[in-house]
């Protein structure tokens, strides 16, 4: 979601704005894996930190997002 103003860590903040994804993700207990081309290990903590259960770097092998949502989906 590297849109003008959205990205994946606004919508996991549900501090800075209690919109209604961040709600959502919140209240039914949505799994969310942020897909991006920053890797830095901060990022990654920062988000998982946020709420994001899963986190894939892009480019990534065409098996690695299957693969990451199996784990997710076992998880929950």
């Known amino acids: 979601m590297g849109q003008n103003e959205t990205n994946g860590r606004s919508i996991l903040a549900v501090e ?3 919109g209604i994804a961040a709600v959502c993700i919140r209240t039914l ?3 969310v894996i942020m897909v991006t081309s920053i890797g830095f290990e901060l990022n990654i903590k920062l ?5 994001a259960t899963g986190y894939v ?7 690695d997002l299957p693969d990451k949502i199996s784990q997710v989906l076992q998880d929950i």
Do not use: E, Y
């Open 16 to 18: 800075d704005d209690p």
């Open 29 to 31: 207990n949505i799994p």
């Open 47 to 51: 988000s998982q930190q946020m709420g």
């Open 57 to 63: 770097t892009k480019p990534f092998a065409p098996q």
